[in-house]
């Protein structure tokens, strides 16, 4: 009784860790939506998208360890953090949004995975010379993991 206890506290303070990590990814997201609404200057948006890039990976870490499902699927993510944002962006969408190069997982992985592949997809755009197109693209991207960090965040609250 006392090992299920202390199991369910652990598990709790894990489950509080994980949602509030999810939170302020959400607030530095919605930071960085009105940085590309207000045609910020790249070099800024890029900054931001990066730090997203850097606090989903805790997240995504945490959400292998509850989903243990998805941990081959988001520990390939995972080794290819740092070189996402130096592809280019037809590779990112064939093998990362589209996950050519990635094995077979449920929705909930996918879902988790976006936390990282999308704002990395931002600061490859935010590298090329600000235009209208680009902006459009870099909203959609942002419009998109709102979606996936909702979906993330139910998933973390089970």
Excluded at 7 to 27: C, E, H, M, P, R
Excluded at 75 to 81: D, E, R, Y
Aim: proline share 3%; with cysteine; aromatic share 6%.
């Amino acid at each position: 009784m006392l090992r299920a206890l202390m199991s369910f506290a652990l598990w709790s303070i894990f489950t509080s860790q994980s949602l509030a990590a999810a939170d302020s990814y959400g607030k530095k997201l919605d930071a960085t939506m009105t940085l590309i609404q207000k045609k910020a200057d790249h070099n800024d948006i890029k900054k931001a998208a990066q730090d997203l890039v850097d606090e989903s990976q805790p997240i995504l870490k945490k959400f292998a360890k509850k989903y243990n499902q998805c941990e081959e699927y988001l520990g390939v993510v995972l080794k290819v953090a740092d070189k996402l944002t130096s592809m280019d962006l037809d590779k990112i969408e064939a093998d990362y949004h589209q996950d050519k190069a990635l094995p077979k997982a449920e929705s909930r992985c996918y879902h988790a995975k976006d936390l990282l592949v999308h704002p990395a997809t931002v600061v490859v755009l935010a590298k090329k010379k600000p235009s209208k197109d680009n902006y459009a693209k870099m909203t959609a991207e942002l419009a998109e993991l709102k979606a996936h960090l909702a979906a993330v965040t139910v998933n973390l609250e089970k």
